[in-house]
């Protein structure tokens, strides 16, 4: 049973830094692509980062580009996202979930955590 949980939310100031992780479990991962996501009140979910476990390619969307970088820990099956200069706008539930495409579609990836909610304050 593949099991995605999340940690490391909270609430930070505008400007600061946070950093979550995803501990992966249940099966061998290195086959997958692993995304970050978020979910903000009354949007849709978007994927903010992805990573190929194998080779550790990544993407980025537009909105988090040069501020938040994903990366992943074959050793401990964790995948990370450093989350810098945070903005407001970046307040969200943010969840980890894998697949077995390189997409950003929430409908692609068919595991998912239960979700860490970030607040960031101005």
């Known amino acids: 049973q593949v099991q995605l949980v999340e940690s490391g939310g909270g609430l930070v100031q505008a400007g600061g830094s946070l950093r979550l992780s995803c501990a992966a479990s249940?099966?061998?991962?290195?086959?997958?692509?692993m995304g970050w996501f978020r979910q903000a009140p009354g949007k849709e979910r978007e994927c903010v980062a992805r990573?190929?476990?194998?080779?550790?390619?990544?993407a980025y969307s537009d909105s988090v580009q040069g501020r938040f970088t994903i990366s992943r820990d074959n050793a401990k099956n964790t995948v990370y996202l450093q989350m810098n200069s945070l903005k407001p706008e970046d307040t969200a539930v943010y969840y980890c979930?894998?697949?077995?495409?390189?997409?950003?579609?929430?409908?692609?990836?068919?595991?998912w955590g239960q979700g860490t909610l970030v607040t960031v304050s101005s």
């Open positions: 249940g099966r061998t991962f290195s086959s997958y692509a």
């Open positions: 979930a894998a697949g077995y495409l390189r997409s950003f579609r929430a409908s692609d990836y068919g595991y």
């Open positions: 990573i190929v476990w194998s080779s550790g390619s990544t």
